[in-house]
RNA sequence: GUGGGCGUAGCUCAGUUGGCAGAGCUCCGGAUUGUGAUUCCGGCGGUCGUGGGUUCAAGCCCCAUCGUCCACCCCA
């Protein structure tokens, strides 16, 4: 019988990889909170309708990638490829964001029906966090500090450079394409095959064409900022000056475009050369529409999404993590022998009740020399062993793991003492 | 959907022109020993991704298929 696998680009996350997410989740939490974000639920299904209105029908997403499948009843429902979409409809159907501002973030698996590659999965992870009814730059600033400060917090500042444009006004952005447009027609001979077919669905991504002959041309098209509406202009200007007065570096990027439909005005990605080719390691921007395009008031949002399978790609390479996070246990207890091993039952458990340190109570049999070992393996700073010698006296064998000392035997009633004392075996 | 690389032990990988299926690590047992190191001995572990074909003989050659990785497209 063939083997059951896991579904393609689905991927368990195992107990080594594990700690490393939760370094990340922990981190976040802290951030966040620090900024007075509260934290967003919503089901990992929704009406496909949803994300049709919100994505915008003609993007590679919608059209091609979304998991989507009948309910019992004829329904048809999605699993959702990102966060927004649900985010703006909890909120609208909650009545949060009628007459008021909210700063949310969320976190979970997305799921996109993609080709797996280094850094892109079909079940992957965002944390996303949106801002709805705050139209000033202000807010966008915000949104920017905070994720250079997560940035920070996880020790991969070095390793990430943020992109910034502005889209502009719908109406900008409308007579910039059709200007573009004509401009590409002109010279269409000189159009690859892919950007051929984005002239007529989505010209402006023609603009991060990865081709080089297309961004050589690109070089004599007309210049988008030229376009832009004053009060876009006035509002990218007030932000990129806010971004030089808190020290965070940017690079206007005048070719950044945005994938969904939703954006307008700003724009940004974090973007890495470390992960090969998916360099966007945390993206996002202004959809000042969106409510209102999903039946709800006008409402100006602001949000940004990263992903945390680059980011812990990003954390494998390039951050220095705290050494406790490397191994699963602090205290390895090992009896040889029955009065022993009933007697590590209940030491195990009187440790736990006073000891900070996490304490793993060896159930697994083995020779003496085998025990050690496992003691070693484990990761653990001690490990206490109870043999017959030892239940003869009322003692544990205490044996550091990580410093060359010799065993000490100290008495049942005082070993939690004595290891609450004995903080330099623990640290790192 | 398109292109390329790779599928041999739990892991990392050798395997010659087609001629008995291999090593290192891990794990288990033993010797030495400082209850953990070093060294040594032994053991467990395989439908060579799968299915066809060629051949006296296929891990190796041919065809198909699946999986995986990377890249394109697209995106976090």
């Known amino acids: 019988m063939a083997k059951i696998k896991a579904i393609r680009g689905m991927n368990d996350i195992l107990p080594?990889?594990?700690?490393?997410?939760?370094?990340?989740?922990?981190?976040?939490?802290?951030?966040?909170?620090?900024?007075?974000?509260?934290?967003?639920?919503?089901?990992?299904?929704?009406?496909?309708?949803?994300?049709?209105?919100?994505?915008?029908?003609?993007?590679?997403?919608?059209?091609?990638?979304?998991?989507?499948?009948?309910?019992?009843?004829?329904?048809?429902?999605?699993?959702?490829?990102?966060?927004?979409?649900?985010?703006?409809?909890?909120?609208?159907?909650?009545?949060?964001?009628?007459?008021?501002?909210?700063?949310?973030?969320?976190?979970?698996?997305?799921?996109?029906?993609?080709?797996?590659?280094?850094?892109?999965?079909?079940?992957?992870?965002?944390?996303?966090?949106?801002?709805?009814?705050?139209?000033?730059?202000?807010?966008?600033?915000?949104?920017?500090?905070?994720?250079?400060?997560?940035?920070?917090?996880?020790?991969?500042?070095?390793?990430?450079?943020?992109?910034?444009?502005?889209?502009?006004?719908?109406?900008?952005?409308?007579?910039?394409?059709?200007?573009?447009?004509?401009?590409?027609?002109?010279?269409?001979?000189?159009?690859?095959?892919?950007?051929?077919?984005?002239?007529?669905?989505?010209?402006?991504?023609?603009?991060?064409?990865?081709?080089?002959?297309?961004?050589?041309?690109?070089?004599?098209?007309?210049?988008?900022?030229?376009?832009?509406?004053?009060?876009?202009?006035?509002?990218?200007?007030?932000?990129?000056?806010?971004?030089?007065?808190?020290?965070?570096?940017?690079?206007?990027?005048?070719?950044?475009?945005?994938?969904?439909?939703?954006?307008?005005?700003?724009?940004?990605?974090w973007v890495t050369d470390k992960l090969g080719a998916q360099g966007t390691v945390c993206a996002g921007g202004r959809y000042d529409g969106l409510v209102e395009q999903l039946g709800g008031r006008p409402t100006p949002a602001v949000g940004f999404a990263t992903g945390v399978e680059r980011l812990i790609l990003l954390l494998e390479a390039e951050a220095c993590l705290p050494e406790h996070l490397k191994r699963a246990t602090d205290v390895f207890i090992s009896a040889q022998g029955d009065a022993a091993g009933r007697q590590a039952v209940l030491l195990a458990e009187s440790l736990r009740d006073v000891l900070p340190w996490r304490v793993t109570l060896d159930c697994s049999g083995g020779s003496a020399k085998n025990k050690m070992k496992k003691a070693v393996n484990s990761g653990a700073c001690v490990a206490l062993l109870i043999g017959d010698a030892e239940m003869e006296q009322q003692v544990v064998a205490l044996r550091p793991l990580r410093h060359s000392q010799d065993p000490q035997l100290v008495p049942f009633d005082q070993i939690a003492a004595v290891l609450t004392a004995a903080t330099e075996y623990f640290e790192e």
């Open 16 to 269: 080594a990889q594990t700690p490393l997410w939760q370094y990340l989740e922990q981190n976040t939490r802290a951030v966040l909170s620090s900024y007075g974000y509260s934290e967003i639920r919503t089901p990992i299904v929704e009406q496909t309708e949803l994300f049709c209105r919100s994505i915008g029908e003609v993007t590679d997403i919608v059209e091609k990638e979304m998991y989507t499948f009948d309910d019992r009843n004829g329904e048809s429902l999605t699993l959702r490829p990102e966060g927004t979409a649900s985010c703006v409809r909890a909120c609208e159907e909650h009545g949060l964001i009628f007459n008021q501002v909210q700063r949310l973030w969320y976190t979970g698996p997305m799921f996109r029906y993609e080709r797996p590659q280094k850094g892109r999965y079909r079940q992957f992870h965002q944390i996303g966090v949106e801002t709805f009814g705050m139209a000033g730059p202000d807010i966008d600033t915000e949104l920017l500090l905070l994720s250079a400060r997560l940035w920070k917090a996880l020790g991969i500042s070095h390793a990430v450079t943020l992109q910034l444009n502005t889209l502009g006004s719908s109406e900008a952005r409308a007579q910039y394409r059709d200007r573009l447009v004509a401009f590409l027609t002109e010279h269409r001979d000189q159009l690859d095959e892919d950007s051929l077919r984005r002239l007529s669905t989505n010209p402006l991504r023609i603009l991060d064409s990865k081709n080089p002959q297309v961004q050589a041309l690109l070089d004599s098209a007309p210049d988008f900022h030229a376009c832009l509406d004053a009060e876009s202009l006035a509002h990218f200007e007030q932000l990129k000056s806010n971004l030089d007065a808190a020290g965070i570096a940017y690079e206007v990027n005048p070719r950044l475009v945005r994938g969904l439909d939703y954006y307008g005005r700003t724009v940004f990605e």
